[in-house]
């Protein structure tokens, strides 16, 4: 299932400057998803981080990567016009900068989900290079 931007803005809350995902490239809901973010130097974070050398904050790659993972949650029926919110985040490992012109590919999998809990793992590319993984997410809907 492919998603652009409009699409992913009617399941999660998230707006401009603040989302962090332009594309849902794969999807099976409640089980895994892949989406792209396209850096560009428009980004406004890059106005801070760093003037003189660009570099996406790995904070903000941890939240892409939960933004995708709450598409593929809030896709579900029963989830549709929740939020999902952070319950925890484990082992988190930074590989490569992210810089402008770069384009992150979020690759995500939901391991378990019980009721309104659930866990997953993921893991950010630039091309075949790992930007930045995830051993655990841990999220909440409600």
């Given at each position: 299932?492919?998603?652009?931007?409009?699409?992913?803005?009617?399941?999660?809350?998230h707006?401009?400057?603040f989302?962090?995902?332009?594309?849902?490239?794969?999807?099976?809901?409640?089980?895994?998803?892949v989406?792209?973010?396209?850096?560009t130097?428009?980004e406004p974070?890059?106005?801070g981080?760093?003037?003189?050398?660009?570099v996406?904050?790995?904070?903000?790659?941890?939240e892409?990567?939960?933004?995708?993972?709450?598409?593929?949650?809030?896709?579900?029926?029963?989830?549709?016009?929740k939020i999902?919110?952070?319950?925890?985040?484990?082992n988190?490992k930074?590989?490569?900068?992210?810089?402008?012109g770069?384009?992150?590919?979020?690759?995500?999998?939901?391991?378990?989900l019980k009721?309104?809990?659930g866990i997953?793992?993921?893991?950010a590319?630039?091309?075949d290079?790992?930007?930045?993984?995830?051993e655990?997410?841990?999220?909440i809907?409600?």
């Amino acid at each position: 299932m492919v998603m652009d931007i409009n699409e992913i803005m009617s399941i999660i809350p998230h707006r401009q400057p603040f989302l962090l995902i332009d594309r849902v490239e794969e999807m099976e809901e409640g089980k895994s998803i892949v989406a792209t973010k396209n850096v560009t130097y428009n980004e406004p974070f890059f106005a801070g981080h760093f003037p003189q050398e660009p570099v996406m904050p790995g904070v903000l790659q941890v939240e892409a990567m939960a933004q995708a993972g709450a598409v593929a949650i809030m896709s579900m029926e029963q989830f549709k016009g929740k939020i999902g919110y952070f319950g925890g985040i484990k082992n988190v490992k930074f590989k490569r900068k992210v810089v402008p012109g770069d384009v992150l590919r979020i690759e995500l999998e939901i391991d378990k989900l019980k009721k309104n809990i659930g866990i997953g793992h993921g893991t950010a590319y630039v091309g075949d290079e790992v930007a930045c993984q995830v051993e655990q997410f841990m999220f909440i809907v409600e």
